[in-house]
């Protein structure tokens, strides 16, 4: 994948201590009233630069500093071929099942989940040296799988995914104690700038921005299927600061192309009304020593399909 950037420099990196105390939140949010951009108090890249794995040190430095990784013909044509054969297949199959999440103005099928556990073939993609050796490198661990999912943008009728971090939402609703984790986007379509492409503030993974509002129970349904979610979703303000800041750089490339981005990057992607469709294998990897926990929201953790446990 390749980038276009409208970027305006890092921020400075902190200096990566690790909190002290495993019983201490450091990563509060879902506040009462207003939200917060607190510097982030663990590393991106674990272990450090020296890590064996597919990437050298200067691509683990830029990682850390940017918080994402692109690479290009990380899967081939036959793989794609098979991993949209696999959607047909798991859509028609599963109806109207809870992993099927469905546009709300269409009906057409927005985002598949757990797809590793459905498919022989997409996990065995997800156990390739290409995808989950970067994420064992990173994170300096044994991974599993956190969540995998393909999202679908339909020409003419894909819609937008607003600002987020996922690891705020993940940390709140799902029990993860730390940013340990990393996200793994492989093209199953081309990514253009005019598609719907992703969008990344390069360097916001090294804050953390809390969100406002407590989420009510059962809401994981609703909030995967609105533009813009209630909760779990960051003041336009915070967004608008660290865009300002940082910039956006906008992640596009051919079928194929795989990006890697740290769990706690703010990221959002627009709206698809060209005639060419946007769609992306999502496999999440979370460090073992960084198992799951009761969510820091409060809340009953979300089903096994969004958190696998």
Same mark, same amino acid.
């Not at 598949?112 to 995808?131: G, K, N, T």
């Not at 709140?172 to 081309?190: I, N």
């Not at 090294?206 to 129970?217: A, D, E, I, L």
């Given at each position: 994948?390749?980038?276009?950037?409208?970027?305006?420099?890092?921020?400075?990196?902190?200096?990566?201590?690790?909190?002290?105390?495993?019983?201490?939140?450091?990563?509060?949010?879902?506040?009462?009233?207003?939200?917060?951009?607190?510097?982030?108090?663990?590393?991106?890249? $674990?272990?450090?630069?020296?890590? %064996?794995?597919?990437?050298?040190?200067?691509?683990?430095?830029?990682?850390?500093?940017?918080?994402?990784?692109?690479?290009?013909?990380v899967l081939a044509d036959a793989d794609i071929a098979d991993c949209l054969r696999e959607v047909d297949a798991?859509?028609?199959?599963?109806?109207?099942?809870?992993?099927?999440?469905? !546009?709300?103005?269409?009906?057409?099928?927005?985002?598949?989940?757990?797809?590793?556990?459905?498919?022989?073939?997409?996990? !065995?993609?997800?156990?390739?040296?290409?995808?989950?050796?970067?994420?064992?490198?990173?994170?300096?661990?044994?991974?599993?799988?956190?969540?995998?999912?393909?999202?679908?943008?339909?020409?003419?009728?894909?819609?937008?995914?607003? $600002?987020?971090?996922?690891?705020?939402? $993940?940390?709140?609703?799902?029990?993860?104690?730390?940013?340990?984790?990393?996200?793994?986007?492989?093209?199953?379509?081309?990514?253009?700038t005019t598609n719907g492409p992703l969008m990344i503030i390069p360097g916001s993974h090294r804050r953390f921005v809390s969100?406002?509002?407590?989420?009510?129970?059962?809401?994981?349904?609703?909030? &995967?299927?609105?533009?813009?979610?209630?909760?779990?979703? %960051?003041?336009?303000?915070?967004?608008?600061? &660290?865009?300002?800041?940082?910039?956006?750089?906008?992640?596009?490339?051919?079928?194929?192309?795989?990006?890697?981005?740290?769990?706690?990057?703010?990221?959002?992607?627009?709206?698809?009304?060209?005639?060419?469709?946007?769609?992306? &294998?999502?496999?999440?990897?979370?460090?073992?020593?960084?198992? &799951?926990?009761?969510?820091?929201?409060?809340?009953?953790?979300? %089903?096994?399909?969004?958190?696998?446990?």
């Amino acid at each position: 994948m390749s980038e276009t950037a409208d970027t305006r420099g890092p921020a400075t990196v902190p200096s990566g201590a690790q909190p002290t105390s495993a019983s201490v939140d450091v990563y509060r949010t879902r506040l009462a009233q207003r939200s917060q951009i607190e510097p982030r108090p663990h590393n991106t890249v $674990w272990g450090s630069m020296g890590n %064996p794995g597919p990437l050298s040190a200067p691509e683990l430095r830029r990682y850390a500093d940017r918080g994402y990784h692109t690479e290009t013909s990380v899967l081939a044509d036959a793989d794609i071929a098979d991993c949209l054969r696999e959607v047909d297949a798991i859509t028609e199959r599963l109806g109207d099942d809870e992993r099927v999440i469905r !546009e709300s103005s269409s009906g057409d099928v927005r985002s598949l989940f757990a797809v590793h556990q459905l498919s022989d073939i997409i996990a !065995e993609i997800c156990s390739r040296e290409s995808i989950v050796g970067v994420a064992r490198q990173i994170l300096d661990d044994d991974v599993t799988i956190h969540q995998s999912r393909i999202n679908l943008k339909p020409g003419f009728a894909g819609g937008p995914f607003y $600002w987020h971090s996922d690891f705020e939402t $993940w940390h709140a609703e799902d029990g993860m104690p730390a940013p340990r984790a990393l996200s793994v986007s492989l093209a199953l379509t081309p990514n253009f700038t005019t598609n719907g492409p992703l969008m990344i503030i390069p360097g916001s993974h090294r804050r953390f921005v809390s969100c406002v509002g407590s989420t009510p129970g059962d809401y994981h349904r609703e909030s &995967l299927t609105s533009y813009r979610p209630p909760f779990g979703t %960051p003041e336009e303000e915070d967004v608008a600061r &660290l865009a300002d800041e940082l910039g956006i750089d906008t992640i596009t490339g051919p079928a194929g192309s795989a990006l890697y981005f740290d769990s706690n990057c703010l990221h959002a992607s627009g709206g698809n009304i060209t005639p060419y469709p946007r769609s992306n &294998l999502f496999v999440v990897f979370n460090a073992k020593s960084n198992a &799951l926990q009761e969510p820091y929201g409060g809340t009953a953790p979300r %089903p096994d399909h969004l958190a696998h446990r």
